[in-house]
């Protein structure tokens, strides 16, 4: 992890403290295998977009490629065995919070800095595993649990993750967390 995410990440878990949060690290109950991820995602990417084929040259190139190769992904028993499998890493996490009494997990948001706006929609960056800009939420994708990203610096954010049926006190934790203790990171072009 980049150290400059290292470093606001400690900063976070200080201000949860600060607030009175107890912060523990525990370990994951589980974590999805990336091809369920794709099985999943380009599944239903290809699913809806296949009907607009005839309008793909209209697409931005990155989102082009994503979409040509979710065409590889009509095994029906393919998609199934990943939902099962998803399901049951879902399960997981909700008996997880329940067994250690957790509300919110904290992470960093990614795992490396933001790229640049506006680069990286070329062909050759296509979204998927190894992509770091993916790397920490799509877990939670797979999961369906609600998730609160707040910034901490212009470039670094964190999130902060629920159970299922847990966003109204996840809002109001990142509410809190971001009104009484990060602040609002100001804006290093600003004057």
């Given at each position: 992890?980049?150290?400059?995410?290292?470093?606001?990440?400690?900063?976070?878990?200080?201000?949860?403290?600060?607030?009175?949060?107890?912060?523990?690290?525990?370990?994951?109950?589980?974590?999805?295998?990336?091809?369920?991820l794709?099985?999943?995602?380009?599944?239903?990417?290809?699913?809806?977009?296949?009907?607009?084929?005839?309008?793909?040259?209209?697409?931005?190139?990155?989102?082009?490629?994503?979409?040509?190769?979710?065409?590889?992904?009509?095994?029906?028993?393919?998609?199934?065995?990943?939902?099962?499998?998803?399901?049951?890493?879902?399960?997981?996490?909700?008996?997880?919070?329940?067994?250690?009494?957790?509300?919110?997990?904290?992470?960093?948001?990614?795992?490396?800095?933001?790229?640049?706006?506006?680069?990286?929609?070329?062909?050759?960056?296509?979204a998927?595993?190894?992509?770091?800009?993916?790397?920490?939420?799509?877990?939670?994708?797979?999961?369906?649990?609600?998730?609160?990203?707040?910034?901490?610096?212009w470039?670094?954010?964190?999130?902060?993750?629920?159970?299922?049926?847990?966003?109204?006190?996840?809002?109001?934790?990142?509410?809190?967390?971001?009104?009484?203790?990060?602040?609002?990171?100001?804006?290093?072009?600003a004057?």
């Amino acid at each position: 992890m980049n150290e400059e995410i290292s470093r606001e990440f400690d900063e976070a878990v200080r201000a949860c403290e600060r607030l009175g949060a107890r912060v523990v690290e525990l370990p994951a109950p589980w974590t999805f295998d990336w091809e369920d991820l794709s099985w999943v995602l380009m599944a239903e990417v290809w699913a809806y977009h296949g009907a607009y084929a005839d309008r793909h040259h209209l697409y931005r190139e990155q989102i082009a490629e994503f979409i040509e190769a979710a065409r590889n992904f009509t095994d029906a028993q393919g998609y199934l065995a990943a939902q099962v499998r998803r399901a049951q890493g879902t399960a997981a996490w909700e008996a997880w919070f329940a067994e250690h009494g957790v509300d919110a997990v904290l992470e960093p948001t990614l795992p490396v800095l933001p790229l640049v706006r506006g680069v990286g929609y070329e062909r050759g960056h296509p979204a998927g595993p190894g992509d770091p800009l993916i790397a920490l939420t799509a877990l939670w994708d797979m999961t369906g649990m609600p998730v609160a990203s707040l910034p901490v610096t212009w470039s670094v954010g964190m999130s902060l993750i629920a159970p299922r049926g847990r966003e109204a006190p996840l809002t109001q934790i990142a509410i809190d967390l971001q009104e009484h203790a990060l602040g609002i990171p100001r804006d290093p072009l600003a004057q």
